[in-house]
């Protein structure tokens, strides 16, 4: 296994990102309420730089009970990040695609050593 240093802990604040190259694959590391999470950085849909676009709560239909719709908001539960190239929305907490959970991108550990974080591959 390969620890590849990403910052110190102390440069990373909750909402914040870093793309680190490991190998021949970048890696997309967030902060997202006090968890680290990391994903490749390239996207299931054409290879974009999935991690490198918006972050933003997942947009949800509101419903009636007879499915006529109430408008869209914004989802408490679930923050997405969007490839910049057509919009894939990932789960940031699980590196899912949004509208097909089949497509799941690859993760990563993210591990702090004195001070340091490192994702290990
Ligand atoms: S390459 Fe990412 S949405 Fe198309």
């Given at each position: 296994m390969t620890e590849t240093l990403i910052c110190?802990?102390?440069?990373?604040?909750?909402g914040d990102r870093r793309i680190v190259a490991i190998d021949k694959d970048e890696v997309g590391v967030f902060l997202h309420q006090d968890r680290y999470y990391a994903y490749s950085?390239?996207?299931?849909?054409?290879?974009?730089?999935?991690?490198?676009g918006l972050i933003i709560a997942k947009t949800e239909e509101l419903l009636n009970d007879d499915k006529t719709s109430r408008g869209l908001s914004f989802s408490k539960d679930q923050t997405n990040f969007v490839c910049?190239?057509?919009?894939?929305?990932?789960?940031?907490?699980?590196?899912?695609?949004?509208?097909?959970?089949?497509l799941k991108l690859r993760s990563y550990q993210v591990i702090e050593k004195a001070g340091d974080l490192y994702v290990v591959s």
């Open positions: 110190k802990k102390s440069e990373l604040q909750d950085n390239t996207c299931l849909h054409q290879g974009g730089p999935a991690c490198e910049p190239w057509h919009g894939y929305e990932y789960d940031l907490k699980t590196g899912e695609c949004d509208s097909d959970r089949r």
